[in-house]
């Protein structure tokens, strides 16, 4: 078993001798096996064990339980943490399990910060593999929810000049294999492991007993296909962006072609896998698919917005549309020099003589300081409001000027108004007024640079 666990790490390159890794250890049979299998290997490593604070006694059990493995190993890098799980699940509003998963990862992200592990080490095997794939396959996830619980998952980036990763060093090993490695005196049970309250524990109990009767090895014959489907779509993941690259635009958000010779069924997929990370589920994807010719249909997930602007779809991550809304204005001084909030802007007055030596850009106004009146006032544009837009000799309307420049929602999000005793400027990212701009008799340019 000890030649089959190097080679399995070894195989799939979990660590190195240069990994600092540390063992999450519950004290379940699992977490006790991998424990034993480093230890015999002759790996250096440390242990975590979080306490929940969800079964009473029994977690404080598994604490102390944890606390004389270690012991009896001589392990002494050993990390404890107590968490009041239900505590924050109410706080923030999501379950249980979920709530400890976060309080987890939070707490194995401060450990490789503090401690510098470079690797954490879960007892994760072949049969929790088949639980996540029919648990996946019940959501709905599609490919990428099927394509199994990664070897080696990236949790922090930079670690002592190396990246941190969550491993899963039993993956070759099946329920069977890991009851044949301990016995029952050397780990402590969790009682809600037996209760079929549980989707996971229906899946566990229940399905794969009956699918290993008809296929025996059941974990092991349907880990191939887990492989298989994670090599499809790695491979997928690594051509489509050479064929259809994502793109930025100035105010940082993706842009993704929609191509116009695919039927429904293929947006649908090309769609799948290009809004991979931005939490949209199947159902919404199918519904942006079908929905692809509707400029101007908004679709939104706990990450994102997605906007459909003509033949491209246009994600803006953690949106802030109704902050900007409710942040009021900002008031300039004569001699502010920068602001941060609700845009990051940097002012500063330049002598007429040089203004051949200033860049230019979309980002850039450069304004007749004489005609200014401060303070200044930066606030997202008001209903109605006009301007007098470079190049024109009339007011137009904002809502008229975003029309005719065909300027997509999240653009609108993002363009402020920077206003002198109620006059608009300059439209940030836009275009200056033509009352203000630059002309031979200005003395000095007022210079404003969104940053």
């Given at each position: ?16 001798e ?18 034993k ?41 050993l ?22 998963r ?7 992200n ?44 990236e ?10 990763h ?46 290993d ?54 947006l ?9 990370g ?99 006032e ?26 005719d ?43 404003i640079?969104?940053?």
């Amino acid at each position: 078993m000890i030649v089959k666990f190097k080679n399995f790490v070894t195989k799939h390159n979990l660590f190195d001798e240069t990994d600092k890794v540390l063992i999450s250890v519950s004290g379940g049979r699992d977490s006790i096996v991998l424990m034993k299998l480093f230890a015999q290997a002759g790996f250096v490593f440390g242990v975590a064990h979080c306490n929940y604070h969800l079964r009473g006694e029994e977690s404080d059990r598994d604490e102390r339980f944890v606390r004389d493995v270690c012991s009896k190993y001589g392990i002494t890098d050993l990390h404890v943490v107590e968490f009041d799980t239900e505590k924050y699940a109410a706080q923030n509003k999501i379950s249980i399990e979920m709530a400890a998963r976060n309080l987890r990862y939070e707490w194995y992200n401060e450990l490789c910060e503090k401690e510098g592990y470079t690797k954490i080490a879960t007892a994760h095997h072949l049969n929790d593999q088949c639980e996540t794939f029919f648990i996946n396959l019940l959501r709905s996830t599609g490919i990428n929810g099927i394509r199994g619980i990664p070897l080696k998952r990236e949790i922090n980036n930079n670690i002592n000049g190396k990246k941190c990763h969550i491993i899963r060093p039993l993956m070759f090993l099946s329920r069977k294999d890991i009851d044949s490695q301990v016995n029952d005196n050397e780990f402590v049970d969790d009682y809600t492991n037996f209760t079929d309250k549980y989707t996971r524990n229906i899946i566990r109990h229940n399905i794969i007993p009956k699918l290993d009767e008809i296929q025996s090895n059941f974990p092991e014959i349907l880990n191939k296909s887990i492989e298989q489907f994670d090599c499809t779509a790695r491979l997928i993941e690594r051509v489509l962006p050479s064929i259809f690259p994502k793109t930025t635009d100035n105010n940082g958000n993706t842009i993704i072609t929609l191509p116009d010779n695919f039927d429904e069924a293929e947006l649908q997929g090309y769609l799948y896998f290009m809004l991979n990370g931005y939490g949209f589920n199947l159902s919404q994807i199918k519904t942006i698919s079908q929905s692809h010719k509707s400029t101007g249909s908004l679709f939104y997930s706990d990450r994102a917005t997605l906007l459909i602007d003509r033949q491209r779809i246009i994600v803006k991550e953690n949106i802030i549309s109704e902050h900007l809304e409710n942040s009021g204005c900002i008031l300039v001084n004569d001699d502010t020099k920068t602001i941060d909030t609700p845009i990051k802007l940097e002012f500063n007055k330049v002598d007429i003589k040089e203004i051949n030596s200033l860049k230019v850009g979309t980002n850039i106004a450069l304004l007749d300081y004489e005609k200014l009146i401060f303070p200044l006032e930066i606030s997202l544009p008001k209903e109605g409001e006009t301007f007098m837009p470079l190049g024109m000799r009339k007011h137009k309307k904002i809502s008229d000027f975003y029309i005719d420049k065909k300027v997509d929602y999240f653009t609108k999000c993002c363009t402020f108004a920077v206003r002198t005793d109620g006059k608009i400027t300059w439209l940030t990212n836009m275009r200056i007024d033509e009352r203000f701009k630059v002309t031979d008799d200005t003395k000095i340019v007022y210079k404003i640079e969104k940053k």
